[in-house]
């Protein structure tokens, strides 16, 4: 739709046609200045150029055009059900078997094979407790990542779509995670 050009004459206040949503006021390049308060005054000519009122759904007359606003959802607040907690921490424990896992791994592997006193340095720090903490977690993600992407992999062929089978294997993928992470983690410790 076409833009509708206004003309103002010299010394305009543009205050008032500012406030207005659906004016966008363009300045001549040639104007001597305007003050940096609410009021501002143009010296020279000043063209103003509207939309039409269709565009704008916040416009007077235009009632029939404004659309509910989304609710706000507090994600926080919000309890989720099993599958969606399966996929969030599918997502969140591949992103951190990529990024702090893949690079410590190899730092590991470059000092184990570098020399055999490599390999008792990484035994000695295997005994720290801290770092067996970090070791059973990255133990879980591993796992985790694993199993829920096998029930993914399941769900694309259209296996256990059904909301209670959706359920269902969330539990079992979620039950599965934490026994092999503890019956491996166990000769760890």
């Excluded at 207005?20 to 040639?30: Q, T, Y």
């Excluded at 921490?89 to 055999?116: E, M, T, W, Y």
Aim: hydrophobic residues 45%.
């Amino acid at each position: 739709m076409p833009w509708t050009i206004k003309t103002f004459p010299l010394a305009v206040n543009l205050s008032s046609i500012n406030r207005l949503p659906w004016v966008e006021p363009l300045v001549n390049p040639f104007f001597s200045g305007f003050t940096y308060e609410l009021t501002r005054i143009v010296s020279l000519d000043v063209r103003v150029y509207t939309r039409p009122w269709r565009q704008y759904p916040t416009c007077p007359g235009s009632e029939h055009l404004q659309r509910k606003r989304p609710k706000y959802l507090d994600l926080m607040r919000i309890k989720q059900p099993l599958p969606a907690v399966v996929s969030l921490l599918h997502r969140v424990s591949g992103a951190l078997l990529f990024f702090p896992g893949i690079p410590l791994l190899l730092c590991s592997l470059d000092i184990v094979l570098n020399s055999p006193e490599g390999h008792v340095q990484l035994q000695s720090l295997l005994d720290n407790p801290l770092l067996k903490v970090v070791l059973t977690l990255s133990l879980w993600f591993f796992l985790h990542h694993f199993c829920a992407g096998i029930r993914f992999l399941a769900l694309d062929l259209h296996y256990g779509s059904s909301l209670q089978q959706a359920r269902t294997t969330s539990k079992i993928v979620f039950a599965a995670g934490v026994i092999l992470t503890l019956l491996i983690s166990a000769s760890m410790w």
